[in-house]
């Protein structure tokens, strides 16, 4: 899920660079994350959600007390990999909460990522603080927001705390999705409406 750097770095807003967040304590401190107008909001937690909604709200361990925003997080549900990884994913609460939104599903976040001139069938994407963090760069920065509470969070901790090492990681990852969709039949979602586009 890659693309040339001018795509990768295409972003809105004014939020702190990842460098500042991998520097940053997890405690409260960040101030990064702004609240960001929810095209659909559920009680009762992850738990009492349809499946089949526009997104999905996961508070971080321990609740969303004291938490300073949300994080957005949009991704393609009909991928099993990426769908187990992310309903995985624990952030600290004192980041903010994660909603993740369905891309294949019309909502103003696909809308501002299609603006962007992004790509989604080539890497999911994170909008924090204001800011558009887009494949290698989205999963990086999951990593350093997360709790690492538990195993699955630290191992994507170590694994994707350096942007280096997610930019070399990513495109593998990204092969292995549009294999994985291209076996089960799916089309892509061709957020960008390119002609001819529409298959793995």
Not at 103 to 122: F, K, N, V, Y
Not at 144 to 150: K, N, P
Not at 154 to 173: D, E, K, N, T, V
Request: aromatic content about 6%; charged content about 25%; hydrophobic content about 40%.
């Amino acid at each position: 899920m890659w693309l040339p750097h001018d795509a990768e770095a295409k972003s809105l807003g004014t939020a702190r660079s990842i460098e500042e967040l991998a520097r940053a304590p997890l405690d409260g401190t960040l101030g990064l994350c702004q609240e960001v107008a929810p095209e659909r909001r559920f009680q009762g937690g992850p738990d009492h959600m349809d499946p089949t909604s526009a997104d999905r709200t996961c508070p971080g361990d321990g609740g969303t007390s004291g938490a300073v925003g949300e994080i957005l997080l949009v991704y393609d549900w009909e991928c099993p990999a990426c769908d187990a990884y992310c309903r995985l994913l624990r952030i600290s609460p004192s980041v903010g909460t994660l909603r993740l939104i369905n891309a294949r599903t019309s909502s103003t976040a696909i809308e501002e990522i299609t603006e962007a001139g992004l790509d989604i069938d080539q890497g999911m994407v994170v909008k924090m603080g204001g800011q558009l963090y887009y494949g290698a760069d989205a999963i990086h920065t999951l990593a350093l927001i997360s709790s690492r509470a538990d195993l699955f969070n630290m191992l994507s901790y170590q694994a994707f705390r350096s942007r280096a090492l997610s930019r070399i990681l990513y495109p593998g990852l990204r092969t292995c999705r549009n294999l994985l969709l291209k076996v089960m039949g799916k089309t892509k979602i061709n957020n960008l409406r390119i002609e001819g586009n529409d298959r793995f």
